[in-house]
Structures are given as C-alpha cells and as structure tokens.
C-alpha cells in the first residue's frame, strides 16, 4: 500500500544533509499535553481526532484545508480509505480505494458535514477522463466564495511498486462550484518548465502567490509565481534575478533543501516556510522545521526545528511528509496549526496483517507550533 509523494531521483538516498547551511534551532519540548505553555509545539488532540473518521474519509494524506464561507472547510486529500473501517477489528485492508477525496468540516463543532467523491471506478473525487493510468493528487487552494480552486498534481503511472509513477508537466487547477461540489471544471495551463505549482497559495497586495517545486537532483527548487486576485487564466509573473517576469523560463528559486515537502503561509504579517527532514522511509527522518521571511519571494531564514514526530511504532519512525499549515484556525493563543501524515513504517514493521491495517498508520496528524518559537 506504500506510495510516495515524492519525485526525487533515487541518488538522492545516498544523501543526508540539507542544501540549507541554517543551523536548526532544537524545539523546547515536545510534550503532547496542550495544558504546556506556549514555548513548545505539541499535538492537537482534537484536529488529529478530526482525521479518525470510521465512515467516510477513514485513512487517507495530504491534508490541504481552504476556508470557506459560513465558517466552514474544504479539505483535500490524497491516497483514501473510503468507508472500509471494521469496528470488529478496528482495522481497514492494507490498500485504499480512491486516489482522491474531499470532505467539507463545520469549523465550530470540528465535524465532517459532507464526504466527496466522484463515479466511476474508482470513485475518485478530481477526476478527468477514464484512463485510470492518469490520476490526480489534489494540493494547495483557495475559494472566491462562489468557486473553489485546487490545484493539482497529474500523475502517470510507469510502473508497479511505490516508484512506478511519474508526474506529468502539465498544470491543471479545479473549478469546483460552492454550491454544487459535483460541478468541477478543469482548467488547463499546460507546462510549467517542469516547476509544479501546486503547493501552496498566499493572498497578498492583491495578488495570489502560487510556490512551486521542481528537483534539482540532490534536493528540490522552491519556486513562486503571482497572478491579480480573479485572474487565474490572465499572464502569471515569475520570481526572477530583477524582480518579476513574465518568462518562466527567469524564474528564479527562492530556496533549495533537501526535503520531501514545502508549503509557505503568511502568518501573523510574516511569511512562514514549513519543511520537513528528508523521509522515503522508516527511521530517516523526524524533523518539522520553519523558517520566516518579510516577503513572499524570500528570502526564508532563521531555521527552527518545530516539531520532532514522536508517532514511533516498536521504536521506529514512520515514513512521513507533507507538512501543511493551516493559519486560518487561529486558536487565539499565537500558535500556527500544522499538519503532517505519516505513511506506515516501510521494511520496519509489519503493519499489513492478514490483509489488514491499523489505520492510524496512514492518518494526518496535527500540531500547534507557537509564533515565538517561529521567531514571528
């Protein structure tokens, strides 16, 4: 059941140091308790409890949230258990359903109102054709009120295993109707100079800031491009050498690390860069870090380590990726909500038994990090 979001090239295993020569500043403590002061990260209990649906979205990664109106949530994710837990067991079989889903989640009781899916087989909820070789792994977006937008992955598969895919340089970004989310429209930007911009989304000057990856090889090249508020479809800018242009091809990185994820969010007026340890497995890395900068474009400095994961199983460290911040549920406390999924523990331990799986090994988990340990 082990797939991998990541699109690094196998050399990059035999490396263990970041790009970034930033000395991580170690977090206080990692107390699980949410009594602790706010000088430390620790778990939310009650957004990680959002991910433990026993109907529905039962297991499943990625974790991308967009507000919305009437004080409610869209979520994304990727690779999903669709309605298969068994109470009995308390287990799901070891392989999802779905290469998508979404679910709209009432932010004042912390509940999922709605499950979305599409037809077919399988019933993915982004889905564009019937070739099932071609699948979309939905990411970062944003909502206008009357529409919602998601930008996505294309994904082809070459082959069998956790690396027999390939993603495809083509860019496609959801329209989907907030008041009928089974009217979903695809629109077609087409290639990006092998940059994906689909990780994350900041609105700001009234511009919409898109960051994009692209490898480099031994790591991956953070990217940023802009368009006007309302204008997805008009000519993108790119971060260039002298400021912006219209040519993806002086597009510029902001930042380069070995890592398996970025996502960037404005917080508190500060521009928050999350990123993770490099990870394709068990036990290779535990590492939550940010970094902060004045401007969208960078650059992302005064590293911080935020979070070291602590959902071990028989001493090992799950496989785990896809950090994601999630500003718009502010507590009130100056602390940035956080998410992160873990993907089972690899050759570390056998967690597909007889055909099935805890599905907790393959649940988002959420933390809260304090702006002060941020620096912001």
Not at 9 to 23: E, I, K, P, S
Not at 131 to 143: H, K
Not at 144 to 160: A, C, E, K
Not at 288 to 311: A, E, H
């Amino acid at each position: 059941m082990k797939k991998t979001v990541l699109y690094l090239v196998f050399v990059a295993l035999l490396h263990g140091c970041t790009l970034n020569n930033d000395t991580p500043q170690p977090v206080t403590e990692t107390d699980d308790d949410p009594a602790t002061p706010a000088v430390s990260s620790y778990k939310d209990i009650q957004f990680t409890n959002l991910f433990k649906q026993t109907n529905g979205v039962v297991a499943a990664d990625v974790a991308h949230s967009i507000p919305l109106e009437n004080n409610k949530s869209f979520w994304v994710f990727g690779d999903s258990y669709i309605d298969n837990y068994d109470a009995a067991t308390e287990t799901v079989p070891c392989l999802f359903q779905v290469r998508n889903a979404a679910t709209i989640v009432d932010n004042t009781s912390l509940n999922v109102e709605t499950v979305l899916l599409g037809n077919g087989s399988p019933a993915s909820y982004f889905k564009n054709g019937t070739n099932n070789d071609y699948w979309f792994w939905p990411n970062a977006g944003y909502s206008t009120g009357s529409n919602i937008y998601v930008f996505q992955n294309l994904i082809h598969r070459t082959g069998q295993g956790g690396f027999g895919f390939e993603e495809v340089d083509n860019l496609f970004v959801a329209k989907i109707n907030a008041s009928n989310f089974s009217d979903i429209q695809y629109i077609e930007l087409g290639s990006k100079n092998g940059i994906s911009f689909n990780n994350a989304v900041v609105m700001d000057d009234d511009y919409r800031y898109i960051y994009g990856i692209r490898n480099n090889g031994f790591g991956r090249d953070l990217f940023v491009a802009r368009f006007p508020a309302g204008s997805l479809q008009s000519s993108w800018e790119y971060r260039s050498a002298s400021g912006w242009s219209s040519s993806i091809v002086e597009a510029v990185k902001i930042h380069d690390e070995f890592t398996s994820s970025f996502h960037v969010a404005k917080v508190n007026e500060k521009y928050v860069l999350i990123t993770t340890e490099f990870s394709v497995g068990c036990n290779q890395g535990s590492e939550i870090y940010s970094y902060v900068s004045d401007t969208p474009y960078g650059p992302f400095t005064n590293k911080k380590t935020i979070w070291t994961v602590n959902d071990t199983l028989e001493g090992n460290v799950p496989f785990f990726y896809q950090a994601n911040a999630h500003p718009e549920f502010d507590n009130g406390n100056e602390e940035l909500l956080v998410t992160y999924c873990i993907n089972s523990y690899g050759d570390c331990v056998q967690t597909c038994v007889n055909g099935r799986l805890n599905p907790d090994y393959y649940r988002p988990r959420a933390i809260r990090v304090p702006y002060s340990l941020m620096g912001i």
